[in-house]
């Protein structure tokens, strides 16, 4: 007992010190991939102290100086299943490359992690690795393998990954069944596992901007600690700050994003924690605290190199005076140039709304919001026909919200006749009364199509003068758009989930509240055909590929944040193409 709480202690401070390093020192020449692969230690040497009571010594057979055959894997990234491999049950390698000497492998120890450990009687689940990273053997640059025998190794490029794995064999039980075994490779249950979702081939991709964009919430500590009781069944150690910003990390550098929207970071973890994106991987940022006492907020990161911030917008919902806008949530809107190729702007948002089960129609209030918001950002001018013209948009976030609400049903229809639905939880069903037509009070000038009054009476008297007479007539059509309290909500927009097309994205999880649910989306906008509702096809944002959420059957069981994972949300991820 003495023991291992020695080793935690010992943990502590050794993560506290490598990330004091990484933040605090300016004239420090790191590179990402050094970065990365210091996370990657951290959080291997995490788990080893973890269970450092069923560690035993290494085993020092076939391996000569902590090397491995030359046979087994090279700095070209060849990967041959076939050849001689390290006879290693009690022991593991992480082959690292030196950046300098690009043809000079690596090679570093470190002690046995327990083969299938599993925390509670819960399985693990692995974070994704990057697609870029290259594969070895039979598996491919789309498909990972959720497997503790399998560890990143940078390339001789620096920038890519790929897969080294070892065979063992145990007598203990399968990580993912607790079912005795003899192989790792042989026998089991397949494991869990993530992949990149192809979505279509790109052509002309020289005149096209690709990006890749995370959306996660990553579990404010301050939530952990007030409501604990929700994690009573999780693994203790894995709900820590230290632990949990390490696999954090460790998830964001994998990825390696463009674009990061973030919910539920914590204020007091910016500096010492959030700040090394900034600091030594590329980043700027955008940060809005929750209003009030609230110690959380949403922000956007986005890499300096690549993007250039034209604008952006912080939105708070909250009218003290107004029951259904009367909440602490955010958001933000910022609006994106690309700097490496001449493409046009386009505009990301993020938010996270209210939790409250019972209360949809407070986030249908703030969805009106938001969407005003974008509608100011994004705004480009009037068509001929009198149509509004936008930049592309990408909303993400934690919506709190299942993909049979109200509420995801007006983001991607862009229509929702609320007058008739029982009050508050917004469905047909018998409830306590009727919601009527006033949502929002008609004093906050917020249109019934998700619009500021005085906005589009500006854009309609500009347009009067630029086109004389034209102008009356289409000024009298705009008009028609200036409602209030109709009992029916609009928005100009065709938005898709990015995982309207994996399958049926009910059967999805994305988080756990007494069941698995899907709350958090990636939406992006598109075309729609005239006297149409919703997204028809795509416009100059191209979706290129998703990495794939696990379905709820798949999930069950399964308890995060774990040893693995950071956070009680999995993070969304999806590469994109812009015209």
């Not at 199509?449 to 009476?457: G, K, L, M």
């Not at 289409?474 to 909500?489: P, Q, V, Y």
Request: contains cysteine.
């Amino acid at each position: 007992m003495l023991w291992n709480t020695f080793h935690k202690f010992v943990l502590f401070h050794h993560i506290q010190f490598q990330l004091f390093v990484l933040t605090t020192t300016p004239n420090l020449k790191i590179n990402a991939t050094a970065t990365f692969q210091i996370i990657c230690n951290l959080q291997k040497r995490n788990k080893f102290i973890m269970d450092i009571k069923n560690v035993s010594k290494p085993s020092q057979k076939n391996s000569k100086n902590g090397r491995l055959p030359r046979s087994y894997s090279s700095p070209s990234g060849q990967h041959i299943r076939n050849a001689v491999e390290p006879q290693r049950a009690q022991s593991q390698l992480i082959v690292g490359i030196n950046k300098d000497q690009n043809t000079s492998w690596q090679t570093y120890h470190l002690p046995h992690f327990p083969i299938n450990h599993v925390h509670n009687g819960f399985p693990l689940l692995q974070q994704p690795w990057n697609s870029n990273f290259q594969s070895g053997g039979n598996l491919t640059s789309n498909r990972v393998y959720i497997n503790p025998h399998m560890y990143p190794v940078p390339s001789s490029s620096g920038i890519n990954h790929q897969y080294q794995g070892n065979k063992f064999f145990s007598t203990g039980s399968n990580e993912l069944t607790n079912e005795p075994e003899t192989s790792l490779i042989h026998n089991r249950r397949k494991p869990l596992e993530r992949v990149w979702e192809p979505e279509r081939k790109i052509q002309n991709k020289d005149k096209k901007f690709f990006f890749t964009l995370m959306s996660y919430n990553v579990l404010a500590q301050d939530l952990v600690e007030n409501h604990r009781y929700l994690y009573k069944h999780h693994d203790n150690d894995a709900l820590g700050w230290q632990v949990r910003w390490v696999n954090i990390l460790k998830e964001i550098g994998d990825a390696n994003p463009d674009i990061i929207c973030f919910q539920e970071v914590q204020e007091s973890h910016i500096n010492g924690y959030f700040d090394i994106l900034e600091k030594k991987l590329g980043y700027k940022s955008i940060y809005k605290k929750r209003t009030g006492i609230r110690t959380d907020g949403c922000a956007i990161y986005y890499k300096k190199r690549k993007l250039q911030l034209v604008e952006y917008q912080k939105v708070e919902y909250f009218q003290e005076d107004v029951s259904v806008l009367n909440r602490d949530n955010v958001g933000i809107v910022a609006r994106f140039v690309p700097k490496e190729i001449n493409s046009q702007q386009f505009v990301v948002a993020t938010t996270h709304l209210l939790y409250n089960p019972r209360r949809q129609d407070v986030r249908l209030a703030q969805v009106q919001n938001l969407i005003a918001e974008i509608d100011k950002v994004a705004f480009l001018g009037i068509n001929q026909d009198g149509s509004a013209s936008y930049l592309p948009i990408i909303i993400t976030g934690d919506f709190n919200a299942s993909p049979d609400s109200a509420v995801y049903e007006f983001i991607t229809r862009g229509l929702l006749d609320y007058e008739n639905l029982s009050r508050m939880a917004l469905t047909k069903e018998n409830g306590r009364g009727i919601t009527g037509k006033v949502l929002v009070p008609e004093f906050l000038q917020l249109t019934d199509n998700c619009q500021y009054a005085e906005i589009v009476r500006k854009r309609n008297e500009a347009l009067k003068k630029s086109t004389g007479d034209r102008g009356e007539n289409t000024e009298r059509n705009s008009h028609k758009n200036i409602k209030f309290s109709s009992g029916t909500l609009s928005h100009p927009f065709a938005f898709k989930s990015v995982y309207n097309g994996s399958g049926n994205i009910d059967t999805l999880g994305t988080t756990y509240q007494d069941k698995w649910l899907t709350v958090d989306y990636i939406f992006f906008s598109g075309k729609k055909q005239r006297g149409t509702r919703g997204f028809n096809f795509e416009d100059k944002l191209k979706l290129v590929s998703r990495y794939q959420l696990l379905t709820k059957k798949q999930l069950e069981g399964v308890k995060i944040p774990n040893m693995k994972l950071g956070s009680d949300h999995f993070s969304l991820i999806v590469k994109f193409a812009l015209e």
